[in-house]
């Protein structure tokens, strides 16, 4: 009954979103969506045993294609910093693995939930050689140093920074709670940003990472200008694998005063023959 329950949230969620998202498909467009999306998602569940516990050369050997991955290597010759903007797209994970294998990367990291899980997590993202920092002023602090020593690190940019922590900026129209964490550390680090995304191939072939070269306006020191332009690279994303997006998220659960909340539950159908 619990797992019922949670499968029919995710559910709710996903529509929600996609129908929020994308206005202009038909009811049979919307529907294909989201039980795409709902597969993806299973799949994602599924990949989190080999993400967190393979042998690392046994997970990069799922890495069928990279890329872009000049982008990274050009930056590392300059000595410049690298901050990869990486949205909630595919095996995002697995990232993280292939790029600390390469080259030192400091990422920031918040304990989960769920504290059985923290240990696991931290094994996970730190096997191949990432340093992990908490998610506080100490942690911002150790992300500047490795910028400025040249490393690499990750940001994922796409989830509601809490109530006060962010700045509102459109993304696919609707106004959400955006960090303004990257604007600030590009604009102090000079470091270089780069988007990118693992995509899930089909039929279990594997990943294919892509590193896109990311728009100057990340780093424009207006927050709201530079929280607009991050959404917009996070859409651009989103619409390019629309099914491999965590559409499952709560992305708008917080709102501009006044706005009205856009998650409420659904009245109970009524059933008269009760």
Same mark, same amino acid.
């Given at each position: 009954?619990?797992?019922?329950?949670?499968?029919?949230?995710?559910?709710?969620?996903?529509?929600?979103?996609? /129908?929020?998202?994308?206005?202009?498909?038909?009811?049979?467009?919307?529907?294909?969506?989201?039980?795409?999306?709902?597969?993806?998602?299973?799949?994602?569940? =599924?990949?989190?045993?080999?993400? %967190?516990?393979?042998?690392?050369?046994? +997970?990069?050997? &799922?890495?069928?294609?990279?890329?872009?991955?000049? +982008?990274?290597?050009n930056? &590392?010759?300059?000595?410049?910093?690298?901050?990869?903007?990486? *949205?909630?797209?595919?095996? %995002? /994970?697995?990232?993280?693995?292939?790029?600390?294998?390469?080259? *030192?990367?400091?990422?920031?990291?918040?304990?989960? @939930?769920?504290?059985?899980?923290?240990?696991?997590?931290r094994?996970?993202?730190?096997?191949?050689?990432?340093?992990?920092?908490?998610?506080?002023?100490?942690?911002?602090?150790?992300?500047?140093?490795?910028?400025?020593?040249?490393?690499?690190? $990750?940001?994922?940019?796409?989830?509601?920074?809490?109530?006060? $922590?962010?700045?509102? !900026?459109?993304?696919?129209?609707?106004?959400? #709670?955006?960090?303004?964490?990257?604007?600030?550390?590009?604009? @102090?680090? #000079? $470091?270089?940003?780069?988007?990118?995304? !693992?995509?899930?191939?089909?039929k279990?072939?594997?990943?294919?990472?892509?590193?896109? *070269?990311?728009p100057?306006?990340?780093?424009?020191?207006?927050?709201?200008?530079?929280?607009?332009? +991050? #959404?917009? =690279? =996070?859409?651009?994303?989103?619409r390019?694998?629309?099914?491999?997006?965590?559409?499952?998220?709560?992305?708008?659960?917080?709102?501009?005063?006044?706005?009205? &909340?856009?998650? #409420?539950?659904?009245?109970?159908?009524?059933?008269?023959?009760?």
């Amino acid at each position: 009954m619990l797992f019922n329950s949670y499968s029919n949230e995710l559910s709710r969620i996903t529509r929600r979103n996609i /129908e929020l998202c994308f206005p202009e498909l038909t009811k049979q467009q919307t529907n294909e969506l989201v039980r795409e999306s709902l597969m993806q998602t299973g799949m994602a569940a =599924v990949e989190c045993g080999g993400m %967190w516990l393979w042998p690392v050369d046994r +997970l990069l050997e &799922k890495v069928r294609n990279v890329s872009g991955s000049d +982008l990274v290597i050009n930056a &590392k010759r300059e000595g410049r910093g690298v901050i990869l903007l990486s *949205p909630h797209v595919g095996a %995002w /994970e697995v990232i993280g693995i292939y790029c600390s294998k390469r080259w *030192p990367m400091t990422i920031m990291y918040r304990p989960p @939930k769920m504290k059985g899980l923290d240990n696991l997590l931290r094994y996970g993202r730190e096997r191949a050689g990432a340093k992990i920092v908490p998610a506080d002023a100490g942690g911002v602090r150790a992300l500047y140093k490795a910028l400025s020593q040249g490393e690499l690190t $990750a940001i994922l940019p796409d989830q509601d920074p809490g109530r006060g $922590a962010g700045v509102f !900026a459109p993304f696919f129209g609707i106004q959400a #709670n955006t960090m303004s964490l990257l604007s600030r550390l590009a604009d @102090k680090s #000079n $470091a270089i940003i780069l988007t990118t995304y !693992a995509e899930r191939l089909p039929k279990g072939q594997g990943y294919h990472i892509h590193f896109l *070269p990311a728009p100057e306006c990340l780093a424009d020191k207006d927050p709201v200008l530079a929280a607009t332009c +991050l #959404n917009r =690279v =996070v859409e651009e994303c989103a619409r390019a694998l629309p099914s491999q997006y965590q559409w499952a998220y709560r992305r708008f659960k917080n709102r501009p005063e006044g706005e009205a &909340k856009l998650y #409420n539950r659904e009245p109970p159908v009524r059933n008269d023959n009760e």
